[in-house]
């Protein structure tokens, strides 16, 4: 017998109540995280910290997480209908992801009772605004080939190198960090995980300009940066179990039962009410009684459609601890190239007008060209979807490993940058 006292149509009704006495109608900065400037973020970020104690102290925070550190103790089921009756509302959009998935998920897998104490009721107050540290400007999507290394001294541990395409780290206050302790071993045995405040001596954070001008992504230096051993998590060596666990929460994203995300919002932070509909934007163009574009709307829904669908077989099934844990990556494989698909739709919908737009347009068919230009960044950020290929191969089907040159060699005697080839 389940030992969860509230059903999920009571606390969808008390949940209901409470959204609609404390939750202002969503605001613009939910629907688009790309402030104008550096001081509206600023502000932006103390308004999301501020709603996260608001859910926090209206015991909606952590719905899924321990009643001993914070959380609700309910269901994914709970946590759905929360979702559900969040549609529409303001909500702490940038404590979503990875703050609560991949980052808490983890801690609450991988954490010392410690470090569980000391961060997930902080996350769940809105204190703490975590980020992850997994890629590396040699690295591509080669997690396990870390270089960034972290160098035992007595009770310390010291960080030299750098990661990178952290988003939002130079606000942020805490990083997870995988690095390699061990370089006279194959390099999935010699690394392990540290949890890393950002804003310390020896880190310097320096922003990215991307194509679209967002400037979210981070690039981090670390020079002699001093990590107490109590801040290790897991064993020394042994940070590939836990990165992998941590993969298997990203790829999740807004999907996990950790996350609060009004329902309708999607990753990007864009909710599918705000976006133009494919039908919108082909009248626009014209084209709404062509028999092409006709079929091009169609396929751009049955995507969505299996999409949404799939996520929420998956998620399910993880949940409840059934299915094979490595199917998060065909949830993930399947989001990205769908993703290409339907921006390439909705560009050939929009016709010229997206070829060349002024500001006005842009929330038109505009918008569409700078989506189409940025549609590749959906098989690439959180793992590319050819590492998902392969371990949808490997893991899921039970096809034979891909050839590797560096199994059972050494790390130090991998042939690395330029002189590999």
Not at 112 to 129: M, R, Y
Not at 154 to 166: A, E, M, P, Q, Y
Not at 258 to 279: A, I, L, Q
Request: glycine share 12%; hydrophobic share 35%.
């Amino acid at each position: 017998m389940s030992d969860i006292e509230e059903s999920v149509e009571d606390f969808r009704l008390r949940a209901r109540a409470w959204i609609k006495a404390n939750l202002g109608p969503v605001q613009p900065w939910d629907l688009d995280q790309n402030c104008e400037n550096d001081e509206e973020e600023l502000v932006a970020v103390a308004r999301d910290r501020a709603l996260q104690r608001k859910l926090y102290d209206g015991g909606f925070a952590g719905i899924c997480f321990p009643k001993e550190y914070g959380g609700q103790g309910l269901t994914p089921a709970h946590n759905r209908a929360f979702n559900e009756e969040l549609a529409g509302h303001e909500y702490p959009s940038r404590f979503s992801v990875p703050t609560f998935s991949p980052c808490a998920a983890v801690l609450l897998e991988y954490g010392t009772p410690e470090q569980k104490a000391a961060h997930i009721p902080a996350i769940l107050k809105g204190d703490e605004v975590w980020v992850q540290m997994l890629s590396e400007p040699g690295g591509g999507s080669d997690v396990a080939g870390a270089t960034t290394a972290a160098t035992r001294d007595g009770d310390s541990w010291i960080l030299n190198g750098s990661k990178v395409w952290t988003s939002r780290a130079w606000w942020a206050d805490w990083g997870l960090c995988l690095a390699r302790t061990n370089w006279n071993v194959p390099k999935h045995q010699g690394l392990t995980v540290f949890l890393l405040p950002l804003h310390q001596p020896g880190i310097e954070i320096h922003r990215i300009e991307r194509l679209n001008g967002e400037s979210e992504a981070c690039q981090e230096f670390f020079t002699d940066v001093r990590i107490p051993d109590s801040d290790r998590m897991g064993e020394i060596d042994a940070g590939w179990t836990v990165g992998q666990r941590w993969m298997y929460h990203e790829r999740f994203g807004h999907n996990s039962p950790y996350v609060t995300t009004p329902e309708g919002v999607s990753g990007g932070g864009k909710t599918r009410s705000k976006t133009p509909t494919n039908v919108a934007i082909a009248k626009k163009a014209g084209k709404l009684d062509d028999p092409a574009a006709q079929e091009l709307i169609g396929e751009a829904r049955a995507l969505s459609l299996v999409s949404h669908e799939l996520s929420r077989r998956i998620a399910t099934a993880a949940a409840s601890g059934k299915g094979n844990v490595d199917q998060s990556s065909i949830d993930r494989l399947f989001r990205g190239v769908a993703g290409v698909r339907q921006a390439t739709i909705a560009f050939e919908l929009a016709g010229s007008g997206a070829a060349a737009w002024t500001e006005e347009e842009e929330e038109d068919t505009g918008a569409q060209g700078m989506n189409f230009l940025m549609r590749q960044v959906g098989c690439i950020g959180g793992g590319t979807t050819e590492i998902s290929r392969n371990v949808v191969s490997e893991r899921v089907l039970g096809m034979p490993r891909e050839a590797s040159g560096d199994k059972g060699v050494p790390f130090r005697d991998v042939p690395r940058g330029p002189s590999r080839g």
